[in-house]
């Protein structure tokens, strides 16, 4: 991953009422834009776990691919007050790493954690369990 401007994709940001059902086709308008304005990178925002309207998280991947913009995801820390998801999925060493593994399958550039709760030290270590397993040093 290199350096670059990135399109945001969270529904309640647009003014729009929309639900997590009908997701998928503003995605994709999302990922038109950023191939429009050639941004190399497309973040596909909270709850993408439920996406619905004639595809899925995997269709907008696919989709991203094939318009020649690299995806990013976003997470929920799952360590706070906030209940939008993914949930849960990179609390644990082994599901974190079969997260990454299906993400690095998926031809996902990078992620997003969002909501941590505060900034103790178990928190900031959880926070470098991500670097550390970015740079293979785990």
């Known amino acids: 991953m290199f350096p670059g ?62 318009k020649k913009v690299a995806p990013l995801l976003w997470y929920n820390s799952s360590t706070a007050w906030c209940a939008f998801g993914p949930l849960y999925r990179l609390n644990k060493p082994e599901t974190r790493q079969k997260e990454f593994a299906w993400l690095e399958s998926m031809g996902v550039k990078g992620i997003k954690v969002d909501f941590f709760s505060q900034d103790s030290i178990s928190t900031m270590n959880y926070l470098w369990t991500f670097w550390r397993m970015r740079l293979n040093i785990i």
């Open 5 to 66: 401007l990135s399109q945001e994709s969270f529904p309640g940001f647009t003014g729009l009422i929309i639900t997590v059902q009908e997701y998928y086709q503003l995605i994709k308008k999302y990922i038109d834009f950023a191939a429009d304005f050639h941004l190399p990178y497309m973040l596909i925002d909270a709850e993408w776990d439920e996406m619905g309207n004639g595809g899925n998280v995997e269709d907008a991947l696919a989709y991203a691919k094939q």
